[in-house]
């Protein structure tokens, strides 16, 4: 297996309303040519679990976690945490497993960084597929705060998307 230095993980289940935030980022970011050091996952409803097998702190020197997280602002809006910012117990996937305690044994070796999107509903579990229209708005804020976290030019990207595009379509 090969490890990457930055690793950017959208996490989530999109068959529960906004809890497929995560993988909706993810999905757009697919369209962006992005520097070969960097490893964008789907990582789903295991996600945070899954994200750990994608880390060697010999190579890994930061992740990102696209995630729902419910911090008590208006839907649609972004938060950035540390590790140091999620309290024990604070942080867990949708069976209830804690992942601030992994989190807290990595953030030494690797830079993490979680960003967050509050969630207008998650309708677990019910099933409910699509986004309320505050998350689906918050994607491309989200793709930008991303990029500036591991420090890729967001205008580059996005040129280099649509010199693909017209490639293309010629």
């Known amino acids: 297996m090969l490890f990457s230095e930055i690793v950017i993980a959208g996490c989530g289940n999109p068959l529960f309303a906004d809890d497929g935030f995560g993988p909706a980022v993810i999905e757009e970011m697919q369209n962006l040519?992005?520097?070969?050091?960097?490893?964008?996952?789907?990582?789903?409803?295991?996600?945070?679990?899954?994200?750990f097998t994608l880390l060697d702190p010999e190579v890994t020197r930061q992740l990102?976690?696209?995630?729902?997280?419910?911090?008590?602002?208006?839907?649609?809006?972004?938060t950035k945490l540390r590790v140091e910012d999620l309290p024990p117990g604070s942080y867990r996937d949708a069976h209830s497993?804690?992942?601030?305690?992994?989190l807290h044994r990595l953030k030494d070796d690797i830079h993490i960084t979680v960003i967050g999107c509050q969630p207008k509903r998650v309708s677990s579990p019910e099933f409910e597929i699509g986004l309320s229209d505050e998350v689906t708005k918050a994607i491309p804020k989200t793709i930008r705060i991303v990029l500036e976290t591991v420090g890729v030019n967001y205008g580059t990207t996005i040129k280099c998307l649509q010199e693909r595009r017209s490639a293309e379509i010629s």
């Open 33 to 51: 040519t992005l520097p070969d050091n960097v490893t964008i996952i789907d990582a789903g409803l295991g996600g945070p679990h899954f994200v």
């Open 64 to 78: 990102v976690i696209i995630d729902t997280v419910d911090f008590g602002a208006e839907p649609g809006s972004i």
């Open 97 to 102: 497993w804690d992942l601030t305690e992994p």
